[in-house]
Nanobody
Framework: QVQLVESGGGLVQPGGSLRLSCVAS????????MGWYRRTPEKEREYVAA???????SVADSVKGRFTISRDNAKNTIYLQMTNLRPEDTAVYYC????????????WGQGTQVIVSS
């Protein structure tokens, strides 16, 4: 079983920055891709970014140029560097991990709240 713990959220003004972290613990040997998602009361959970164990990364078009995903395999941790934040980025951010077949491993973490507001 894999446990995921997200952190780093908070209240930030528009144009500001935050760095989110997600640590995977437990049975981690099957983990390949790790990704970030976000959810608001108005929207279903949506994809934000993902990165493979080898470092291949992708981000959603809505955050391209503003968000960067990175990974520390030794620490089983991924990061989401968010810059030039907008009010529409307000959401609860979750991470999720997948094995090499693309199947999810473990459950969603508890998420970390990001609020972008002046």
């Amino acid at each position: 079983q894999v446990q995921l713990v997200e952190s780093g959220g908070g209240l930030v003004q528009p144009g500001g920055s935050l760095r989110l972290s997600c640590v995977a613990s437990g049975s981690r040997r099957n983990i390949n891709t790790m990704g970030w998602y976000r959810r608001t009361p108005e929207k279903e959970r949506e994809y934000v970014a993902a990165i493979t164990r080898g470092g291949d990364a992708s981000v959603a078009d809505s955050v391209k140029g503003r968000f960067t995903i990175s990974r520390d395999n030794a620490k089983n941790t991924i990061y989401l560097q968010m810059t030039n934040l907008r009010p529409e980025d307000t959401a609860v951010y979750y991470c999720r991990v997948y094995n090499e077949l693309g199947a999810p491993v473990g459950s969603w973490g508890q998420g970390t709240q990001v609020i972008v507001s002046s």
